[in-house]
């Protein structure tokens, strides 16, 4: 367990508590469906334990020019810094009790309700472990991969021919400018594109795209699957916008795959519906 | 770099905040781009870069349409979007359908520089921000390429998922593209109603209430009579026929069908003060997903009937939610 270093006493005893190497008779704990429990097991692998990371964090103020459509660098800063603070947490206690992966990573974050500068950023997944000791399913750098997949979508994932590495993302929180929509009064009763609006969120997206396929590029992955890309306001002034994407890297496995093998699947019609 | 540029580099741990001068001309290009509908410089490079697999694809599709899609010979490429902040001046409805058109052919701007065949899993969207009579209209999809199938003009647009695409495409369905259909009518009881076609086309029928029938439009008849109120169904009906009728004809530029999954219908009375009677506002839009497909082409696939145990929330059962529907709006006032 030397990549454990910066986990607390308590929780090294909890990990130590877990099934894994050396320790047949530990428990695992996990937050599996049954039918994500079956699907894990039947790609191969073997839950072990909980994995968290939690980061609480203080977002400064940063105001945007009010006419201006701008970036706000320091709340996209804040906003990703946060998150992966949590996710480098959650990837520690992985690797501290010995797990290939994450699998069923959910990144929430949340305002506290006494201080609305101060937000929770909080990951959970359950680690994994290839039940033959398989050593080609680890992620970047020989880390634990993370992935938001389901079990089931696991299971699905390499049975397409691609395993997770990394999950990937991109924030970029901007400021939309007030001004424009009145630029002439002439335009009031006219039906009329407001381009500087269309423009800024044009151009937010554009960098919060840019961000994650940069991570994507820096994991070496052949592409991420699974992207979400959402518009977040985290209680800020209604022109404060976040643009969030999100998704998981993947990369063929190592034996790639004949894609002629990849199960079709099979339509059904629940009669009593 | 600057040497302000380099200080604040140091100071934000190397991801350094774009400079003033860097973000002006990023807002010059994109108003250049949306004035003469071409793509600005940095999103031409990205999706050039994407084209040519020198950067990781992305896609919105689920393990499992990554695996089918593979199968087929369906290649992700990247994720495209259009974006079109309208203001609705004198017309809410015909914003709405202008809207989401100017959208769509940003969205097909995009796959064209990708040299994509299809724009899959495309989603109507809009962010929570309203500003006075005006909202944005959003289309995100995945670009991708077929196998085998050359680069076309004009790429498919289809607001189904891959899953749901493939099967499609095996049944010998194309789905080609979103058709809009956007229809509203004022009824001025006495005076007779307006009738406006989004295109134009539509003739202006005018009607002239009698002075008996203005009574039921109004709604003043004894409480205790059963009748119908033909006037106001008709003018109701005639909306909804004629925003249909635009839908169809939006739909025959592009295929041989029209699968309508998404209606908005609005009857709205609008009190207008100083003694005047009330007049009527209805609208209508519909949009639907349009496919290309021969009379009476058979359905390849074997379908497994099952009957499932569960008492309740069984997946098979379970209602999931139409992937492209940016409705229901939250009401507009102000501008029809």
């Not at chain 1, 704990?29 to 894990?40: A, G, R």
């Not at chain 1, 609006?197 to 994507?216: P, V």
């Not at chain 2, 739909?251 to 609005?266: D, E, K, P, S």
Request: net charge negative; hydrophobic share 40%.
């Amino acid at each position: 367990m030397s990549d454990a270093k910066d986990i607390p006493a308590h929780a090294l005893e909890r990990l130590r508590g877990l099934r894994g190497e050396g320790h047949p008779g530990g428990i695992f704990t996990s937050d599996f469906s049954v039918n994500e429990f079956l699907l894990v097991r039947k790609a191969g692998f073997e839950p072990i334990g909980l994995c968290i990371g939690s980061c609480i964090y203080h977002v400064g103020i940063q105001y945007g020019s009010w006419n201006k459509n701008q970036e706000l660098e320091m709340l996209s800063q804040a906003m990703y810094e946060a998150r992966e603070l949590a996710m480098v947490r959650m990837r520690e206690e992985a690797a501290g009790m010995g797990a290939d992966g994450i699998v069923g990573v959910e990144l929430t974050v949340k305002r506290l309700e006494w201080d609305e500068h101060i937000l929770e950023f909080m990951a959970i997944g359950t680690g994994v472990v290839h039940a033959k000791g398989h050593p080609g399913f680890k992620g970047p750098k020989e880390q634990p991969f993370t992935s938001d997949l389901s079990g089931q979508d696991f299971w699905t994932l390499l049975h397409a021919g691609y395993r997770p590495l990394e999950m990937v993302m991109g924030s970029c929180v901007y400021h939309v400018a007030h001004q424009g929509m009145l630029r002439s009064m002439g335009n009031v009763g006219r039906n009329t594109e407001l381009t500087n609006f269309s423009q800024a969120l044009y151009d937010a997206r554009e960098i919060a795209m840019e961000r994650m396929q940069n991570e994507a590029i820096e994991a070496g992955a052949e592409g991420v699957v699974g992207v979400d890309l959402h518009e977040g306001s985290h209680n800020w002034q209604p022109h404060v916008i976040e643009f969030f994407a999100v998704g998981t890297a993947v990369t063929p496995i190592t034996s790639e795959q004949d894609a002629s093998v990849i199960p079709d699947p099979q339509l059904v019609l629940s009669v009593n519906s | 770099m600057s040497l302000l540029g380099n200080i604040l580099a140091g100071m934000f741990g190397g991801r350094a905040p774009r400079d003033s001068g860097q973000s002006a001309q990023r807002m010059a290009e994109w108003d250049a781009a949306l004035q003469h509908n071409r793509l600005p410089s940095f999103v031409a490079a990205r999706l050039g870069a994407a084209a040519a697999g020198k950067t990781p694809w992305i896609a919105t599709m689920s393990a499992a349409e990554l695996g089918l899609a593979r199968r087929r010979g369906i290649r992700p490429l990247a994720m495209v979007s259009g974006t079109c902040w309208y203001h609705y001046g004198y017309s809410w409805t015909r914003g709405h359908a202008e809207g989401w058109h100017h959208a769509l052919q940003r969205l097909q701007l995009e796959a064209r520089a990708l040299g994509a065949n299809a724009v899959l899993d495309v989603k109507l969207r809009r962010i929570e921000l309203t500003i006075g009579d005006s909202m944005d209209f959003t289309l995100v999809g995945t670009a991708v390429r077929i196998d085998g199938v050359p680069a076309g003009a004009q790429p498919i647009v289809a607001t189904v998922p891959a899953l749901e695409f493939v099967r499609l495409i095996e049944a010998d369905i194309v789905p080609v593209g979103i058709a809009i259909g956007a229809q509203y009518q004022f009824l001025d009881p006495g005076v007779g109603f307006i009738a406006q076609s989004i295109l134009g086309t539509a003739p202006n029928r005018s009607f002239s209430l009698t002075a008996s029938s203005a009574a039921r439009v109004q709604g003043s008849l004894r409480p205790f009579t059963n009748a119908p109120l033909p006037e106001l169904g008709q003018f109701w009906e005639g909306i909804r026929r004629q925003a249909l009728a635009e839908l169809l004809r939006d739909g025959q530029r592009q295929g041989t069908g029209v699968l309508a999954h998404t209606h908005l219908g609005q009857l709205l009375k609008v009190e207008r003060g100083n003694n005047s009677p009330p007049r009527f506002l209805g609208r209508h839009i519909v949009i639907g997903t349009v496919v290309d497909t021969r009379r009476a082409s058979g359905v390849p696939h074997e379908i497994r009937t099952v009957v499932d145990m569960r008492d309740a929330l069984s997946p098979l059962t379970r209602e999931t939610p139409p992937a492209h529907n940016a409705y229901p709006v939250r009401e507009q006032e102000g501008a029809i």
